[in-house]
């Protein structure tokens, strides 16, 4: 198994250039095809981007693991998420499932997680309502909760497999693609 240095991305500092040199590095490594290299370049800013249009922001670890044409690309970030976002990223997987949770006690874990997320998602909320411009931010939101769709629908169809595990505020997103 072969692996790729560890960017950090944030939206502060536009790191994105690195992401996208590691990923065509490591495409030339395992032999990928022009075509192979863009789809597997196409992978990583869907990841990014989905990540960012949930969250809000971006501050993550990203790297790849490959062995042969089969990549899996990880996205590692500690955020604070609401009950709506972890329902969002959620959705935004293969299973439909949180990839973290396993036992008995990480239900319930996430259990209480959730419950302690409701004011994450109040403070959203009222962060929105809560400006002059209310009718403007709704629109907003509802042309990017259609962009998320999108965005979604991109990744789901072009990767094989996609699994988010969500515990104690970290997120790791890994997005797997086998290119033969």
């Known amino acids: 198994m072969m692996h790729s240095v560890i960017v950090k991305v944030n939206n502060r500092n536009p790191e994105l250039s690195r992401v996208f040199q590691q990923v065509q590095q490591c495409a030339d490594q395992a032999g990928l095809s022009h075509k192979q290299a863009l789809g597997l370049r196409l992978l990583a800013e869907e990841t990014m981007s989905l990540l960012r249009s949930i969250t809000g ?27 709506v976002q972890r329902r969002q ?35 959203h909320y009222y962060a929105i309502t809560g400006t002059s411009l209310a009718a403007h931010a709704s629109d907003e939101s509802i042309r990017s909760e259609q962009w998320d769709e999108y965005e979604r629908s991109v990744l789901l169809a072009f990767a094989d497999h996609v699994s988010i595990g969500i515990r104690d505020g970290f997120v790791d997103m890994r997005i797997r693609k086998s290119f033969t």
Not at 106 to 120: G, Q
């Open 57 to 83: 922001q971006l501050d993550a670890d990203f790297w790849l693991d490959w062995e042969g044409k089969s990549f899996c690309l990880h996205l590692c970030t500690k955020q604070k998420l609401g009950n």
């Open 89 to 123: 990223l959620i959705g935004s997987t293969t299973d439909r499932r949180n990839a973290a949770v396993t036992t008995f006690l990480d239900r319930l874990r996430e259990f209480y997680e959730k419950a302690m997320s409701v004011r994450t998602d109040m403070d």
